[in-house]
């Protein structure tokens, strides 16, 4: 088989399936073996001196810069992307944020943040970044006006996420992407919910892309990574700061993540049509103020969704009518399908309560169209089970909630 990885003609199915699998590296077998490495043994003295060189994947020098296990993973997910000169991965999605964030600004800068950044993101505003003399503003990504006065001279990047963590807004990202470009400043885009398959973040005039792997990359639940990607002068940048940072990840994680990635549309195209359809029966229950959910026509953002995204995928929200957080908990407790845990994008289904006020400046919560008691949000990842069995495990748990 010839490396056909860089065949951008082919479609992304097909393409999802050659991705990274380089001849080199894979050898006679289908998959790129697992490297265990630190030390990379050298011929002699020149190729020793040859070495720190040639810092690109591909060539080795030592194991902070990886293996082809590693080169692997970081090559399928630049084919993925459009526009992409490279991939950094990071131990976590978390990592890959800080990491990117730590490239891009400098004591002074300013960052503006989209409210409904993922709460660790935003808690980098005030915690990590504040400590290095960096400042945050946070800004609704929705409303264009007010993103443009947010910007002052010092503005050197904004970070972008969308939909938006727990509520699940869809945002006009080339808009703000571009606002961001005519003041000079890196756009950022938290494309985890979507992935690579869903939208196309640099072909949408996004200058960073980054991903929590962990979640449906990974998709199984059983690995922690991050990434980021770039054109060719910011893949360099991030490059270097995340070999000063020290960040690696294991070749056996890497292995597991490109196992995941080959399933991964065929995972999303099933997990957006159970969600939608979970949805839409949930829309049309008493129980229920509002449906956040991306796919749902009428759900904030939809349009948006519909114009730029070529995919969905299982995470989504809804908000119960009136109600506590006791009779919440009751209900969350009765799912016997859905389990109680935070991360999501795994093959199993799971729930967790959303309560944003404190997490948000500028958004109101409850969101737009739900009375101000309904307050008490939920979020669902939705896996692979059949989804007419959630509804049911759900039906039985709104039964469950009003008996006290
Ligand atoms: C989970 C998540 C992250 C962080 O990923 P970790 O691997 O858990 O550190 C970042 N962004 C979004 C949108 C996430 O949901």
């Not at 980054?210 to 360099?236: F, I, N, R």
Request: charged residues 20%.
């Amino acid at each position: 088989m010839n490396d056909r990885s860089d065949d951008s003609e082919l479609a992304t199915a097909t393409r999802i399936v050659g991705a990274g699998r380089r001849k080199e590296w894979t050898g006679p077998v289908v998959n790129p073996p697992v490297w265990r490495a630190s030390t990379h043994l050298y011929e002699n003295m020149d190729a020793l001196a040859e070495g720190p060189r040639r810092n690109e994947d591909g060539r080795f020098f030592y194991g902070r810069r990886g293996a082809p296990t590693q080169w692997a993973l970081a090559d399928a997910l630049t084919a993925l992307e459009p526009g992409a000169a490279g991939t950094v991965l990071y131990p976590s999605g978390v990592a890959a944020i800080a990491g990117v964030l730590l490239t891009l600004l400098r004591p002074g800068d300013v960052v503006l943040m989209t409210d409904n950044a993922y709460d660790p993101s935003r808690a980098m505003g005030t915690g990590l970044l504040a400590d290095f003399g960096i400042e945050t503003r946070y800004f609704d990504p929705l409303d264009l006006s007010a993103y443009e006065r947010a910007f002052c001279n010092r503005t050197r990047a904004v970070l972008l996420e969308a939909p938006g963590s727990l509520t699940m807004e869809v945002c006009d990202i080339p808009a703000l992407a571009r606002i961001a470009h005519e003041r000079t400043a890196i756009s950022i885009l938290d494309n985890t919910w979507a992935g690579p398959t869903g939208f196309a973040a640099l072909s949408h005039d996004v200058d960073v892309v980054l991903m929590a792997l962990t979640k449906h990359v990974g998709g199984h639940s059983d690995l922690m990574m991050g990434s980021a990607s770039a054109g060719p002068e910011l893949y360099k940048r991030l490059r270097l700061r995340a070999q000063s940072l020290g960040h690696v990840v294991s070749p056996d994680d890497a292995a597991l993540a490109l196992r995941g990635l080959r399933t991964l549309q065929l995972r999303l195209e099933r997990e957006t049509r159970s969600a939608l359809q979970i949805a839409q029966w949930l829309s049309r229950r008493d129980e229920v103020a509002a449906v956040l959910c991306p796919m749902l026509p009428g759900a904030p953002g939809h349009d948006l969704w519909k114009r730029d995204f070529t995919g969905g995928c299982g995470l989504f929200s809804f908000v119960l009518r009136g109600g506590d957080a006791k009779r919440r908990a009751r209900f969350i407790d009765a799912l016997q399908l859905l389990g109680i845990g935070y991360s999501w994008g795994g093959f199993e289904s799971l729930v967790v309560p959303v309560d944003p006020s404190p997490i948000r400046s500028v958004m109101a919560w409850p969101p737009v169209g739900a009375d101000s008691a309904d307050r008490f949000g939920v979020r669902l990842s939705i896996g692979l089970e059949d989804p007419q069995d959630l509804i049911a495990d759900i039906e039985q748990a709104f039964a469950a909630m009003d008996i006290v």
